[in-house]
């Protein structure tokens, strides 16, 4: 069989395949660049980035779990105008879409943010971050209710025209109802899951693990939780869903397009291997190949009752 097709759409994007980085775990690009070219990726989707310089937590800010990674790294990040001047530049060589991924500590600083990346040239998306668990302020607050969700959203709609994609907690009782809140303010697609909120106690010197006591977990540990949320969310909303947490293997991203998911990140898998994205997307096309797969968006969706 010939090569088969792995290109999928998501709000206007086009990307070569569904693969994509998960925010916060490749930086702005120049780590993963020294394994492999950037243009391979369906998209790339930046560390979070604020109005102004955020310093993050204090150290320790990332621990090992049974299956996964806690991590508080509290969104450092150097502001959207550093981002603009000295990330963005790189970002452009490479044939690949760029995603950035926005966060506040308030309305207005989300919208300002959204702003300045609009006149930006070479941002094709913005990936709305209220989810983030590990910044006192802000963040996920808006993104644990509907009400907030749709503020957020909403007023970000307004001032930009970029594809707005949010991304979703799963700390939430109901995830459908922040979906279609944030469907009906506004967003193109959906992003989820965000981490799971965790912690972990040494108890040789009975302190935690991590400064900020609480973290985010990710890994394998959460991928059946991020794959349920997945499924319920894109049967709840009309929007393209990409699906994250926990994938580490082509098999993994599969379960999430079946599941419903347009397209896929990668993210702790990356730490472990930094050439994941390049595998999962030559295990996709394997899989399409092997199983007389022309198009790969022919299994979005597609899983079935056992
Ligand atoms: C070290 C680290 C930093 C992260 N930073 C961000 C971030 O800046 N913005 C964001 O939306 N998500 C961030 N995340 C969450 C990931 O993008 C992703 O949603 C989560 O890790 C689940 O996917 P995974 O299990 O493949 O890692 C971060 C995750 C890790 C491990």
Redesign the pocket.
């Known amino acids: 069989m010939s090569n088969p097709n792995l290109s999928v759409e998501i709000a206007g994007i086009k990307m070569k395949n569904p693969v994509m980085t998960?925010?916060?775990?490749a930086g702005f690009g120049a780590e993963l660049a020294e394994f492999f070219d950037l243009g391979k990726l369906g998209a790339f989707v930046t560390?979070?980035i604020s109005l102004h310089p955020w310093r993050g937590n204090e150290p320790p800010r990332?621990t090992e779990t049974p299956a996964?990674?806690l991590?508080a790294?509290g969104?450092q990040?150097p502001g959207v105008d550093a981002f603009i001047s000295e990330k963005l530049p790189f970002l452009r060589k490479f044939d690949v879409p760029v995603m950035v991924?926005v966060?506040g500590h308030s309305v207005e600083e989300y919208v300002e943010v959204a702003r300045k990346l609009t006149d930006a040239e070479g941002v094709h998306g913005l990936?709305i971050?209220v989810?983030?668990p590990n910044v006192k302020q802000g963040c996920m607050v808006f993104g644990s209710s509907a009400k907030g969700i749709a503020e957020v959203v909403g007023a970000v709609r307004k001032a930009t025209s970029l594809p707005l994609i949010p991304?979703l907690t799963p700390n939430v009782t109901d995830i459908t109802e922040t979906a279609r809140a944030a469907v009906d303010a506004g967003a193109d697609a959906l992003s989820l899951?965000?981490?799971l909120l965790g912690t972990a106690i040494d108890v040789k010197t009975r302190t935690f693990k991590l400064s900020n006591i609480t973290g985010?977990l990710?890994?394998p540990a959460?991928?059946p939780i991020?794959l349920r949320m997945v499924y319920q969310v894109s049967q709840a909303v009309k929007v393209p869903v990409i699906g994250?947490?926990?994938?580490m293997t082509a098999t993994d991203a599969i379960e999430f397009i079946l599941a419903g998911a347009t397209a896929v990140?990668?993210?702790?898998?990356s730490?472990f291997n930094p050439m994941s994205c390049v595998l999962i997307i030559d295990g996709i096309a394997e899989y399409a190949r092997s199983g007389k797969v022309s198009d790969i968006n022919e299994l979005i969706g597609k899983v079935q009752l056992p």
């Open positions: 998960a925010s916060g775990t560390k979070g990332t996964g990674m991590n790294i969104l990040n991924n966060v990936e971050n989810s983030c991304k899951i965000n981490t985010g990710s890994g959460i991928k991020a994250i947490g926990g994938i990140q990668i993210g702790t898998a730490f």
